[in-house]
C-alpha cells in the first residue's frame, strides 16, 4: 500500500492594514478613500515587517485594495523584509460600502453599524444602510477564487480590511461557504495565516492573531514554522482568551454625533 502523501499547500498571509484616524483635530471626517495611516499604524505595518523579515519569508505576490492605507502598509513590509517586489491592486477588495450616515434615523445607527459584526451573521443584512453581506461575498470571491487559480505563487501577503477579512476567513472556515462570523477579532495590523490547496474546499486556518493597539502577538508569531506549508503538525499561535470567546463593546467618542460604538476586538473603524 502506497504511503500517504500530504496534500501540497501554499500559504496566504492576510493582514488588516494598519491604524488611521478618521477625524483631524477639529473633529471633522477624513475621507476614508484617503486617510493615510497614523503614527501607530506605521509602527504595526513596520513591525509586522520585521517580524517576516526575523523569519526569512518572501512573498511571490503582495496584493492590496488600492485604497492608501492598505498601500502604505504593504510598501512597510516590504521595506522592512527588503523585497523590491511590485504591489498588486485588487478592487473587489475594497472595505464593505456602507450608505450615507445622514439618511440613517440616530435611534438606529448603532445597530446599522455593528450589526454585521455580531455572530453569525445573515447574507441580507446591510453595513450602514448600505452592502449587504450577501454583496460583499459576492464581490470579494470571484478573487478569491483567481487568486487560487494562479499557480504561479507559493506564498502570498494580502493587505485588506477588517470587513473584507472577515469574508474571506468565514469562507476558509465553512470551507467554501458564505455564512459570515462577524465577530472574527481583526484588529489593525493583525495577520492571519491560512495554507490552500488545490481542491476548492482544501483550506487551512492555521491562526488568527488579532492585537489591539499593538501590531500582532510578536512572540507568537516567531513560533510558527512559516515554511511547512504541507506539514500536519505546524504549530499555530493562540490568541490571548479575551480574544477566543467573543468580545466585548464599550463607548467610544468618535466625532459623530451621538457617538458609533467601537466593538473591542471586532468593529473595523472603516
Same mark, same amino acid.
Given at each position: 500500500?502506497?504511503?500517504?502523501?500530504?496534500?501540497?499547500?501554499?500559504?496566504?498571509?492576510?493582514?488588516?492594514?494598519?491604524?488611521?484616524?478618521?477625524?483631524?483635530? !477639529?473633529? =471633522?471626517?477624513? /475621507?476614508? +478613500? #484617503?486617510?493615510?495611516?497614523n503614527?501607530?499604524?506605521?509602527?504595526? @505595518?513596520?513591525? *509586522?515587517?520585521?517580524?517576516?523579515?526575523?523569519?526569512?519569508?518572501?512573498?511571490?505576490?503582495?496584493?492590496?485594495?488600492?485604497?492608501?492605507?492598505?498601500?502604505?502598509?504593504?510598501?512597510?513590509?516590504?521595506?522592512?523584509?527588503?523585497?523590491?517586489?511590485e504591489?498588486?491592486?485588487?478592487?473587489a477588495?475594497?472595505?464593505?460600502?456602507?450608505?450615507?450616515?445622514?439618511?440613517?434615523?440616530?435611534?438606529?445607527?448603532?445597530?446599522?453599524?455593528?450589526?454585521?459584526?455580531?455572530?453569525?451573521?445573515?447574507? !441580507?443584512? =446591510?453595513?450602514? /444602510?448600505? +452592502? #449587504?453581506?450577501?454583496?460583499?461575498?459576492?464581490?470579494?470571491?470571484? @478573487?478569491?477564487? *483567481?487568486?487560487?487559480?494562479?499557480?504561479?505563487?507559493?506564498?502570498?501577503?494580502?493587505?485588506?480590511?477588517g470587513?473584507?477579512?472577515?469574508?474571506?476567513l468565514?469562507?476558509?472556515?465553512?470551507?467554501?461557504?458564505?455564512?459570515?462570523?462577524?465577530?472574527?477579532?481583526?484588529?489593525?495590523?493583525?495577520?492571519?495565516?491560512?495554507?490552500?490547496?488545490?481542491?476548492?474546499?482544501?483550506?487551512?486556518?492555521?491562526?488568527?492573531?488579532?492585537?489591539?493597539r499593538?501590531?500582532?502577538?510578536?512572540?507568537?508569531?516567531?513560533?510558527?514554522?512559516?515554511?511547512?506549508?504541507?506539514?500536519?503538525?505546524?504549530?499555530?499561535?493562540?490568541?490571548?482568551?479575551?480574544?477566543?470567546?467573543?468580545?466585548?463593546?464599550?463607548?467610544?467618542?468618535?466625532?459623530?454625533?451621538?457617538?458609533?460604538?467601537?466593538?473591542r476586538?471586532?468593529?473595523?473603524?472603516?
Amino acid at each position: 500500500m502506497p504511503a500517504y502523501q500530504l496534500p501540497k499547500r501554499r500559504r496566504i498571509y492576510l493582514m488588516r492594514h494598519g491604524d488611521v484616524t478618521y477625524f483631524d483635530d !477639529s473633529g =471633522r471626517t477624513i /475621507d476614508p +478613500e #484617503t486617510v493615510p495611516l497614523n503614527a501607530n499604524g506605521q509602527e504595526q @505595518a513596520s513591525t *509586522a515587517g520585521r517580524v517576516f523579515a526575523e523569519q526569512q519569508v518572501r512573498f511571490d505576490r503582495v496584493i492590496v485594495s488600492g485604497l492608501p492605507r492598505t498601500v502604505e502598509t504593504a510598501q512597510r513590509v516590504l521595506a522592512e523584509t527588503g523585497q523590491r517586489i511590485e504591489v498588486e491592486i485588487e478592487p473587489a477588495w475594497h472595505e464593505i460600502r456602507g450608505g450615507k450616515l445622514r439618511q440613517i434615523p440616530l435611534q438606529d445607527l448603532e445597530a446599522a453599524f455593528l450589526g454585521v459584526f455580531d455572530g453569525i451573521v445573515p447574507e !441580507s443584512t =446591510r453595513f450602514l /444602510d448600505g +452592502e #449587504t453581506i450577501g454583496e460583499l461575498f459576492d464581490r470579494v470571491l470571484p @478573487a478569491v477564487a *483567481a487568486l487560487r487559480e494562479d499557480s504561479s505563487w507559493d506564498t502570498v501577503l494580502l493587505v485588506l480590511h477588517g470587513g473584507v477579512n472577515r469574508a474571506i476567513l468565514s469562507h476558509a472556515l465553512t470551507a467554501g461557504g458564505h455564512t459570515f462570523f462577524g465577530h472574527l477579532a481583526q484588529a489593525t495590523g493583525c495577520i492571519n495565516a491560512l495554507d490552500v490547496g488545490t481542491a476548492p474546499r482544501d483550506w487551512v486556518l492555521r491562526a488568527i492573531i488579532p492585537r489591539r493597539r499593538r501590531c500582532i502577538a510578536t512572540s507568537a508569531i516567531r513560533r510558527w514554522k512559516f515554511s511547512t506549508h504541507n506539514s500536519s503538525n505546524t504549530r499555530v499561535a493562540e490568541p490571548e482568551p479575551e480574544e477566543t470567546h467573543g468580545a466585548s463593546v464599550r463607548k467610544r467618542r468618535t466625532g459623530t454625533a451621538g457617538g458609533l460604538l467601537g466593538v473591542r476586538g471586532h468593529a473595523p473603524r472603516q
